[in-house]
């Protein structure tokens, strides 16, 4: 969600992030597979096209990357992190962890980070509610 607004360093090193969170818990689960693919469709393929595909080797060169950007950004991969984290309804507290230090990282408050994973229940309501109409 507004990855699309990330500039091509910020996408790339996003990828990086998602897929340690994606990897922290062992091996990925079709469903995160699934949010996976939306994530590189929505950072557009010439950025899917460039990436390695590896787990980044210094993750919290990652996480520092991100300490010189803006607000904004911080709160829209914070935002999308969260996605990786609610997308199935396993709870791995290795997921919750990094999230966790994520959020001291960039220095999100406890409020910031419920309305962030607010904006991730409303959009699966949505569009749950969307699938229960248009299949009646």
């Known amino acids: 969600m507004f990855l699309n607004l990330l500039n091509r360093k ?6 990086d992030l998602a ?3 994606i990897d922290v818990d062992g091996e990925p689960t079709l469903i995160e597979k699934r949010l996976l ?3 590189l469709a929505e950072v557009g393929k010439d950025i899917a096209d460039e990436y390695t595909f590896e ?4 993750i919290d060169d990652t996480i520092q990357f991100f300490l010189d950007s803006n607000k904004v950004v911080r709160n829209i991969i914070f935002l999308n992190l969260c996605k990786i984290l609610l997308v199935d309804d396993f709870y791995n507290t290795s997921e919750h962890l990094f999230l ?3 959020q001291k990282h960039f220095g999100i408050t406890p409020e910031k980070r419920r309305q ?3 904006v991730v229940y409303d959009e699966r309501d ?3 509610k969307a ?3 248009i299949e009646d």
């Open 10 to 15: 910020e996408k790339l090193k996003f990828l």
């Open 19 to 21: 897929i340690y969170m």
């Open 37 to 39: 693919d939306l994530m």
């Open 55 to 58: 787990s980044a080797k210094e």
């Open 100 to 102: 966790e230090k994520i």
């Open 116 to 118: 962030l994973i607010q």
């Open 126 to 128: 949505i569009k749950e």
């Open 131 to 133: 699938r229960r109409v």
